[in-house]
């Protein structure tokens, strides 16, 4: 049995759930691990194998879907798959608390699977036209994407209520404070 408890952190595109997630990957004290996604999408500069995802083939990623080796997995966008591999994360957990880093839906489903064994967070930007900007900002899609995005976004704020907690990343000190302070409660019980 897994000595380990899972930290979830869910949010539409460009909500900063990823700061959160290395502020906390940064903490020490809470013995986390990153729960490394497989994916089907084109690796991006400085992306490392393995670290920042295991990329795959659209074969590849089918054939891990088709043996069952997935915890959750979800076509994010159009022809991008993206997955938890259970054989890393369940290894991961034997020694260490593992956060996740990952879409709505897969947040969803891992709460489901590991139910009182999990903390489930939800991360949004204090208003659409704010995450529409973010996004902009960063640079990293184009005007479609951008769109596309931004539609998904305004379905998945409409699944906030399946999380156990949602935080606000409008301040990003007061957010980093709030996720440590809610991982840390949770840790400790």
């Known amino acids: 049995m897994s000595k380990g408890k899972c ?18 990957l940064n903490q020490n004290q809470l013995n986390l691990s990153f729960s490394t996604s497989a994916t089907t999408r084109q690796k991006r500069e400085g992306e490392i194998e393995g670290k920042d995802y295991f990329f795959k083939t659209k074969s590849d990623f089918k054939k891990l879907v088709n043996n069952g080796e997935f915890l959750e997995f979800e076509e994010v966008y159009d022809d991008i798959y993206y997955g938890s591999l259970e054989s890393d994360v369940l290894k991961k957990l034997e020694t260490q608390n ?25 991360v949004k930007a204090p208003s ?55 991982v840390q409660k949770f840790l400790s019980k």
Do not use: M
């Not at 869910?10 to 997630?21: D, F, Q, R, Y």
């Not at 990952?102 to 709460?111: C, F, N």
């Open 128 to 182: 659409l036209e704010e995450l529409k900007k973010r996004l902009s900002f960063r640079d990293k899609d184009s005007k479609k994407s951008i769109e596309e995005r931004v539609q998904k976004a305004q379905k998945e704020i409409e699944k906030e209520s399946e999380f156990d907690l949602s935080i606000i990343n409008d301040d990003l000190d007061l957010a980093k404070k709030e996720s440590l302070d809610a």
């Open 98 to 122: 593992v956060i996740f880093d990952i879409d709505v839906i897969g947040g969803i489903r891992l709460k489901e699977y590991f139910k009182n064994k999990a903390l489930s967070i939800f």
């Open 7 to 24: 930290i979830i952190f869910s949010a539409p595109s460009g909500s900063g759930k990823t700061t959160l997630v290395k502020h906390l």
